[in-house]
């Protein structure tokens, strides 16, 4: 039970890292992730905080994952709820500047995407499974058969399409957090001597099957 905690501690840790991430690239104004530009423009036409519509967006993606039969784990859960809890927050407490020029901007996102690289790391140390977007792209890889890299892009090409044609910021940040994301999550990894194909992710099904038979043994 006391390593289930630690795990669960160690996602908090991760998530809310992801969290300071996002809003440090977003405060560096230069354009914001893919994602971001979806939530921000939905925020934006819907009257909404953007963490609240990340939320929104993640929600509305677990249903469909869940409908489509994925399998959702504790992780996905959290990572729909606590991401965008926390970017609130951290706007609401409002202590990261905003960026006044390209330089300090591309220094801060380069920064935030470290940032959420650690927060990756933690995450899914954790085990507890993958997030609602990252569910999306497994679905549509498995229905379309087309590379994961390619799904990829699809799934953030529309979220930046949407997002900007609903008022979302896209600029040289945007380009520079598809390019550099994966870099810096390879950087992270390495440093850390991270190896993600080690970790088994385990399901609701899985977590609710060890309660269960804690409670049995009590």
């Known amino acids: 039970m006391k390593r289930f905690f630690v795990r669960l501690f160690t996602m ?50 677990v249903i469909i994952s869940a409908l489509l039969g994925e399998t959702l784990g504790l992780g996905t859960i959290f990572n ?29 996102l380069i920064s935030g995407l470290f940032v959420i690289s650690l927060g990756t790391y933690y ?10 977007r990252d569910n999306l792209m497994v679905m549509l890889t498995k229905k379309t058969k087309l590379p994961v890299g390619v799904c990829r892009f699809i799934i953030e090409f529309f979220a930046t399409l949407g997002g900007w044609l609903l008022g979302g910021m896209v600029g040289i940040g945007t380009v520079i957090s598809v390019v550099a994301i994966g870099l810096c999550v390879q950087i992270t990894f390495k440093v850390l001597r991270f190896d993600v194909t080690s970790v088994k992710h385990e399901s609701l099904k899985d977590t609710l099957a060890f309660f269960m038979a804690k409670r049995k043994n009590t």
Do not use: E
Not at 89 to 104: E, G, R, S, T, W
Not at 123 to 132: D, H, V
């Open 80 to 108: 729909m709820l606590c991401i965008g809890t926390f970017m609130n927050l951290i706007l609401l407490i409002d202590v990261i500047p905003l960026a006044k020029n390209m330089i300090f901007g591309t220094i801060m």
């Open 12 to 61: 908090m840790i991760g998530l809310f890292l992801f969290a300071l991430g996002i809003i440090i690239t977003i405060k560096a104004n230069i354009g914001y992730a893919p994602w971001d530009v979806l939530h921000a423009g939905l925020a934006r036409t819907l009257g909404f905080n953007i963490g609240t519509m990340s939320v929104l967006v993640g929600l509305i993606i």
């Open 123 to 132: 995450y899914i140390k954790s085990g507890f499974g993958a997030g609602p």
